[in-house]
């Protein structure tokens, strides 16, 4: 059976406290995992170690954190401390995020997003392992250490986002899992002939990376009023973040509909960047209505072959009313 799990919200939350309550919810709820997703609003270090102290069963994650903010040491640290302070229930998600979050928030330079997702899932894993790294590759040198402490046993494994082909190629190389965001379910095959192919380079099966399919959910009573949300919340990611999500939904065959939602977003034309996510477009890439047509298209989305976890997220305008219905509307039966 397809896994449950949700993605904690970024946005439109007040404290700390109430993001960490929603884990709280989904694991009363039956959900596998509660993953946190790092912008530029709290760290995901902090949130999951907070989550991790007032939950006993459910999975924590990163989905994601960048390869620029912290090298790939401090990420073994950090993925190696987590898995001790969670008693072996995380799970590490990496990618190179894009230049709006890279450039714009760190000031980092973006470039060389492959190599540097290979080699930083390179080196955490020799982190982990507990023996010296020693480790001279393109983008990360590192030598003479070893982690002070025992290494968590098990290791905690690592996913790694993409969209592009070679990222997604990339996953299934090198990585234990995809996380797929912003995907249509032909989209999403496409990709996942890609992630098969390059599992064959890593002389492995697909079946061994676990793929989540990351899926915007939104279940209200009123219909309507849930999907305008999840319309709002498409159009800021195809407009708002970069071109990333503009030029993967171009690759899914709607290249119109993606520079007008992008090009308007630029032009500070939200409404239309917004009233340029048609129904069929929204009912492609999300789950939005009333919860019964919800249940159904999220037991559509996971019903795709190599899809072994949904992620339930959520619009980034949703309150704690809107996320609550959602996630009884779709929790695990």
């Known amino acids: 059976m397809t896994a449950r799990t949700v993605h904690l919200p970024v946005a439109a939350q007040d404290s700390l406290s109430d993001v960490v309550g929603i884990g709280e919810r989904a694991e009363a709820l039956g959900y596998d995992r509660v993953w946190f997703p790092e912008t530029w609003g709290r760290d995901a270090v902090t949130t999951l170690a907070a989550l991790a102290d007032r939950t006993d069963t459910i999975g924590v994650g990163t989905s994601i954190v960048n390869t620029y903010s912290r090298s790939a040491a401090l990420l073994g ?26 450039e714009g928030w760190h000031g980092q330079e973006f470039g060389n997003p492959l190599k540097r997702t290979r080699e930083y899932v390179e080196v955490v894993r020799q982190v982990l392992s507990g023996e010296q790294v ?162 159904e298209r999220v037991a559509d989305f996971a019903a795709v072959d190599g899809v072994d976890a949904i992620a339930v997220s959520f619009p980034r305008a949703a309150d704690r009313e809107v996320i609550d219905q959602t996630l009884a509307a779709v929790a695990p039966e």
């Open 77 to 102: 640290q950090t993925a190696a401390t987590l898995q001790e302070h969670s008693d072996g229930r995380f799970r590490l998600g990496l990618g190179p995020s894009g230049p709006a979050v890279v």
């Open 134 to 295: 020693d480790y001279d590759g393109d983008i990360v040198q590192t030598r003479g250490f070893r982690l002070r402490q025992d290494p968590p046993e098990p290791a905690p494994e690592i996913d790694v986002t993409g969209m592009g082909p070679k990222a997604v190629e990339l996953a299934g190389r090198f990585a234990d899992g995809w996380h797929a965001l912003m995907f249509t379910q032909a989209g999403f095959k496409d990709r996942y002939a890609d992630l098969r192919r390059g599992a064959s380079l890593g002389d492995r099966s697909a079946e061994d990376v676990r793929t989540t399919f990351v899926l915007p959910c939104c279940a209200l009573d009123d219909g309507d009023a849930a999907r305008d949300l999840a319309r709002q919340h498409l159009a800021f990611y195809v407009g708002g973040m970069g071109t990333f999500y503009r030029d993967a939904l171009a690759r899914q065959g709607y290249e119109d509909a993606a520079e007008t939602i992008h090009s308007s977003w630029q032009d500070g034309d939200r409404e239309r960047a917004v009233a340029s996510v048609s129904d069929d477009l929204l009912d492609a890439l999300a789950a939005a209505g009333t919860p019964e047509t919800v249940r």
